[in-house]
Structure formats: C-alpha cells, structure tokens
C-alpha cells in the first residue's frame, strides 16, 4: 500500500525527518487559503504546488508548479487539480489529481537521494544515499553507480551511528549540515522498520543556501501484509490511485494483479501461480494476471475470480490450475461448473487439477455440458492452451 507524498511527509516528521510546511488541498479555494496561512505562519514568499498521486515523475507531467504569488497558487492549482497526469509510473491513460500539496518554497543548493529498502539477497534493510538527488536511483544505479553508498543493518543489532556517519560523509556533508543528515538517515529508518515498510524513500533531500538539510519530498510503501498491525495507516489508503479490478479482487479475499498479456490465470498457491505464468510463456502466450484464489476456494471465489478475469478485454484464453491440498479438486470442478452456468464465456476455458480427488473433479468436468477443456497433466494444459491461441488467432 503506498501513501500520499502529504502522508508519508507527515508521518516522517514524527520521526524527526525536517519537512517543508505544506497543507493539502482539493479545491483552488483551498489551495490559496493553505497560501495565505503558509505565508502568514512560516513567511513564505515562494510556494509549490504538487500533485498527489502514487507515481513519481509528477514535474515532468506538470504536475509541480512554483509560484512566486498568491495569484499564482490559484491558477497552478486549477490547472492541476482534475487533469489526468501522465507519468512514465501511471501509464498512456494518466491518474487524475484529486488533491495538491501547497508546500513553502526552499533555496536548494546540492540535491541527494535517501532510501531504505530490503535487501533480499542479503537478508537484511540497505539504506542508500547519493549525490545525485532528483534522479530516478534505478537510472543512477545503471549509469553511475559509483556515486551510490550504500550500508546493511544487521537486524540483530539495530542502525549504528557509525554507519548514519558513513553515510553523510559520502553526501559530502560537514558541520551542522552533517549532524542533520545523521539524524535524518536515523529517522528515515526507523519509520522503515516502525511501519513495516517495503520502501521508505526522499528524493530529493536537500541542502538549502542555508544550509539546512530538508526533505522536500517523501514515499513510503507499506507491506500489506502487516497492515492489520498498522490500523491508522491502512485508514490512509486512497482507493481511487488503485487498479479498482484490483481493489474488487481484495473484497473477494483474491490476490489479482493485472498483467499485459492475453492468457488469464486462475491458480491456488503464490508459487504454483508463478509456474503457471511461465508455462503459459513457454506456451506461446502471455500471462494475463496474477491470480491466487487461495488455499479454501469456494464455488462464490471462483466465481468471483471469472468475473475478475474476464473484464480485462484482452483476454483470449484462461487457464485454472489447482493443486488439491486442504481444498478438494471435486469441490472446484463444482465451482468451476457453476461459475461456468452463470457466466457467459466467450475464450477457451481450460482447467488442469492434480492432488486431493483429481480424478473426480477431471470426470465431472468431462461429463458437464460445458465446453470446458481438462487436464491432469501441467504439459497436457499448456498445449491446450497453445491450441486455443492458435484456434483464436
């Protein structure tokens, strides 16, 4: 789940991380009313106005305007407010802005990058820095990865200061400015590790011709899966920045993720799903989706799951793949087959089940009235699968 740059700005100051004032705004009205009490509270004289959305690029697309008047608050934020921004993160369609941040303007003199990640391979949260803020890491990473330090945190022993240390010096960083980036990198953390965050990130971070050290911007990505201990955080989702397919897969108990392909995947298991898509790539085809149904799917969830499948019109074909452990295969094949009488199916359908009750799920499917294709074998699917894009194409 990710949050808004004004949220996850909020919650970084409450771990010390120094933020620009800025209050939120949905209307130009309000958007100037935040002017006015920045310029009265914090004697702003140059303001910025920011699209919030869930997907990095937003100057690019225009969605982050300065403005040296109160005048020109109004006019950026009426242009922003309700456009579809289009970012290289949103896609062609674009996202439409719903709200801005009006944050006071800083005099920035050196832009860094700030973030903290899991490191997988080596099991442990990495906190990366650069000197070369306002740029996607990927793209520093691929041409200069040289100007990337980066440092692990033994889970056992927590962040040392010697390593926030090492950290600002490869910034560059002296004096005050030093100390400042010490305890931003340990604040930064530690809403990394509080929150149970996958990506904890600012970029840019910044020095000012001050020499104070600010984040003017903020991401954090939360994991989903912890979210139940985080109820004031999930109070924070946005579902309109969400694939709304996506967010109906969530109300069924479904695990969807939409995927550029012509092959829909209803599958029982996260590691049985990843072998399907490929056998679907190894078939000639593309993956549609992710999709786990869940280790107990009922005749309602898949159901629900063909439903799901079928609104992404690129669909030309759907493979079921179900591995019988604690859900019996004759349970699904009925599932299958009532879903089957209550939906109209315009691809091929082809089901393979193995496990608990294969046989009898594969023989009440054989002996319906509906044209569904079965399986046993993972082999015999994906070749029905290839027959049926053939067929289609």
């Known amino acids: 789940m990710k949050l808004h740059e004004y949220q996850a700005k909020a919650l970084f100051r409450e771990y010390g991380v120094p933020v620009p004032e800025g209050i939120v705004a949905e209307t130009p009205d309000e958007a100037v009313d935040a002017a006015r009490r920045l310029k009265e509270d914090e004697n702003a004289s140059l303001f910025v106005v920011k699209a919030q959305i869930h997907a990095g690029g937003r100057g690019k697309g225009g969605g982050v305007k300065l403005a040296h008047s109160i005048d020109e608050v109004r006019e950026h934020a009426a242009s922003i407010l309700g456009m579809d921004l289009v970012t290289p993160q949103t896609g062609d369609e674009g996202q439409e802005v719903r709200k801005v941040l009006v944050t006071k303007g800083v005099d920035i003199a050196q832009e860094y990058y700030l973030g903290v990640t899991l490191d997988r391979e080596q099991s442990m949260n990495a906190i990366m820095v650069s000197t070369e803020g306002g740029v996607d ?59 149970d965050s996958t990506l904890a990130e600012i970029n840019p971070l910044v020095q000012t011709e001050q020499g104070e050290i600010a984040a003017v911007d903020a991401k954090i990505n939360l994991d989903d899966n912890a979210l139940f201990r985080h109820p004031d955080l999930e109070e924070m989702r946005d579902l309109h920045e969400e694939d709304p397919v996506e967010v109906e897969a969530g109300k069924h108990g479904l695990s969807y993720i939409r995927l550029d392909g012509n092959v829909g995947c209803m599958v029982n298991g996260a590691g049985l799903a990843m072998a399907t898509m490929d056998i679907i790539k190894l078939a000639g085809g593309e993956p549609a989706n992710f999709l786990d149904v869940g280790g107990a799917a009922s005749a309602e969830t898949v159901e629900a799951g063909f439903r799901i499948i079928l609104k992404d019109p690129s669909v030309e074909a759907i493979l079921v793949n179900i591995f019988g452990g604690i859900v019996r295969c004759d349970r699904v094949a009925r599932g299958v087959i009532e879903a089957a009488n209550n939906i109209d199916f315009a691809v091929p359908l082809i089901v393979r089940l193995q496990g608990t009750n294969a046989e009898e799920g594969k023989q009440l499917l054989d002996e319906s009235d509906l044209t569904i294709e079965s399986a046993v074998l993972l082999k015999e699917a994906a070749d029905q699968v290839t027959e049926a894009l053939a067929e289609d194409g």
């Open 137 to 195: 890491i990927e793209t520093v990473a691929e041409e200069s990865p040289e100007k990337i330090e980066k440092v692990w945190v033994d889970p056992t022993i927590g962040l040392q200061p010697f390593q926030t240390r090492k950290l600002a010096f490869a910034m560059g960083l002296e004096g005050d400015a030093f100390e400042q980036a010490t305890s931003t990198i340990r604040g930064l953390y530690d809403a990394f590790v509080d929150t």
